[in-house]
């Protein structure tokens, strides 16, 4: 039978009593809508308190009910109080409920005590909610100071697989490194991440294989590398503390020194060869020039010597130049011409020109 079968009931039975009745069946039926829209609400709430009070939670029913008015989840937090009561950890349901209503994840953080507590770990309610506010897990950076993890450098989610680094000599090294660590609790809050380990552990392990003479020290010796990289202290101010690093794998990659001085020979050939190409130009117009200077000179012989019959002219009429002079003239050029005939230079050819 439900409710409205009984309510209807009620209803049908009031109309057949007396009238000085009715006030009566009224109340009782208000009293009854009253105690079964109260069962609806809270009736769940009793189960809960017969659980707390059987485990000695100490979880009033009146706290179940101001749970649900503040709409708070009420198993969640009898679930958390009966786990620290049991587990001898003195967590109010005050506490959680502060905690529930801050955004928290009081059961994570219960948990998170039960393991420090057994671990021998000390850890508050208040350094553990402030963890699990901060959006830490709290029970895993637990976890990981009881049993330390294992960091892969670099990170495969980041699409690399090994540290490239590059010795002295030009040999390229592709390295793999394992880092050991355990959560610090007392950083957990403002710590550096992860993400933070792996970019130190890495720019250590770059920094060690660049300052080595060859590449053949650091595969005879690995281990170098994790000693060099643990002395420089690459945990401080992050939520872990470095217990090992250990090179899972050493491998040799590309001789970048050689390809680097290739590189630079080639183009020291192409930088030389535009400047002996310049050069060659340049050459070549002086050549160009010193040609036309060549012509400019050879034009103006002709221009003078296109002067020298005139002059002669001048000179007959002046009187300064006789006919025997003339003569004298004329057989000097025909002993010139004979000789240049004799050395096998034409007559009025340069014998420096070609020919």
């Given amino acids: 039978m439900n409710v409205s079968s009984l309510l209807y009931m009620l209803a049908q039975r009031s109309t057949e009593i007396a009238p000085e009745n ?20 809270f009736g769940p709430m009793f189960g809960l308190w017969i659980q707390a009070l059987a485990a000695n939670a100490g979880v009033g029913i009146g706290q179940l009910i101001g749970m649900r008015l503040r709409k708070v989840n009420p198993q969640l937090i009898v679930r958390g109080r009966i786990q620290a009561v049991q587990s001898g950890l003195n967590v109010s349901t005050t506490e959680l409920e502060s905690h529930y209503l801050a955004g928290g994840r009081p059961i994570n953080v219960v948990n998170a005590l039960i393991a420090a507590d057994r671990a021998g770990i000390t850890l508050g309610w208040k350094l553990a909610t402030a963890i699990d506010l901060a959006g830490r897990d709290i029970l895993e950076a637990v976890q990981t100071s009881v049993n330390p993890k294992v960091i892969d450098c670099p990170n495969p989610a980041g699409g690399r697989y090994t540290i490239d680094a590059v010795a002295k000599d030009g040999i390229q ?45 650091v595969l005879e010796n690995p281990d170098r590398i994790s000693k060099t990289v643990m002395s420089k202290g690459l945990d401080a101010g ?67 010597e296109a002067e020298i019959p005139k002059a002669m ?31 096998g230079t034409p007559a009025g050819k340069d014998p420096e020109a070609k020919a």
């Fill in 22 to 41: 009715a006030v009566m069946w009224i109340i009782i039926i208000v009293i009854v809508i009253i105690l079964l829209v109260f069962l609806a609400m």
């Fill in 173 to 217: 090294l592709k390295a793999k490194a394992r880092v050991t660590v355990r959560s610090n609790i007392d950083r957990l809050v403002g710590g550096a991440t992860e993400e933070t380990i792996i970019a130190r552990v890495g720019e250590g392990i770059v920094t060690t294989i660049g300052s080595s003479g060859n590449y053949k020290e």
């Fill in 238 to 304: 992050t939520a872990f503390t470095i217990l090992s690093i250990d090179i899972a794998d050493v491998d040799v990659g590309e001789n970048v020194g050689a390809k680097l001085q290739a590189d630079q020979a080639e183009a020291d050939k192409r930088r030389f060869q535009a400047e002996a190409e310049k050069r060659r130009a340049m050459a070549m117009a002086q050549e160009q020039e010193m040609k036309a200077r060549t012509q400019e000179n050879r034009a103006a012989v002709v221009l003078a």
């Fill in 313 to 343: 002219a001048e000179a007959f009429r002046s009187g300064h130049m006789g006919i025997m002079d003339y003569y004298r003239m004329k057989n000097i050029n025909a002993d010139t011409a004979m000789r240049e005939s004799i050395g």
